[in-house]
Structures are given as C-alpha cells and as structure tokens.
C-alpha cells in the first residue's frame, strides 16, 4: 500500500529526491515518515510530517539537509535529500500512523524501501 521510488546512486554533496505513492486507501489523515535502515545497523527515524502538512520535524543528522512534503490529493508524500553523505546510505522506508509525534511502535503501514547509496 506504500511504494518508494527515486532510489539510487549519487555522490557525495548532491540530491536526491524520493517518493512514497500510496494506494488502496487514503493516507490523508495520517503522520507520515520516513525512516531508514543502513547495513547492520537498525531502523532509524529520519523525518515526518503531520497529516496537514503544516507541521513537520527531523532526526538531527538531516536537518536543514532533508524536506519532507506531501501532496494529500495525489496521496504521496516526498522526501528532498540534499547536500547528500556517505552515511545517508541506507534503504528508505516510507511510513505511516496515527500519531505525531510519532514512534516507531506507533507505526500502521510500512513500504518496502528504497535503497539510497552515496558515494565519497
């Protein structure tokens, strides 16, 4: 019910963008997320935004690098990357709940990801 796309390969200090479609229900009332997974290491929060849209907050390693957004009438939400680390290199997972702040138990739907590699 939630598919990333826009994964891929990018250097050091450039952007990537993805998205999260959503399909078989409406995700408009929902918190949606983003969380991430880089290799033997565990799921970590990156970034959410609330069901309006009007409020959004980040995990410390992304601000004022990361921006999420969401389109409710397309039922997608996106994730800009910019100014790309080699740590960023993890598979993205898009996410949904019915919380905000949210937590991870708290999360309802999961995609299966996206995998985000950046080169140094």
């Known amino acids: 019910q939630l598919v990333e796309s826009g994964g891929g390969l990018v250097q050091a200090g450039g952007s990537l963008s993805l998205s999260c479609a959503a399909s078989g229900r409406t995700f408009s009332t929902y918190t949606m997320a983003w969380y991430r997974q880089a290799p033997g290491k565990e799921r970590e929060f990156v970034t959410a935004?609330?069901?309006?849209?009007?409020?959004?907050y980040s995990a410390d390693s992304v601000k004022g690098r990361f921006t999420i957004s969401r389109d409710n009438a397309k039922n997608t939400i996106h994730l800009q990357m910019n100014s790309l680390k080699p740590e960023d290199t993890a598979v993205y997972y898009c996410a949904a709940a019915y919380q905000y702040p949210l937590s991870i138990d708290a999360i309802k739907y999961w995609g299966k990801g996206t995998l985000v590699t950046v080169s140094s």
């Open positions: 935004i609330n069901w309006t849209g009007g409020r959004t």
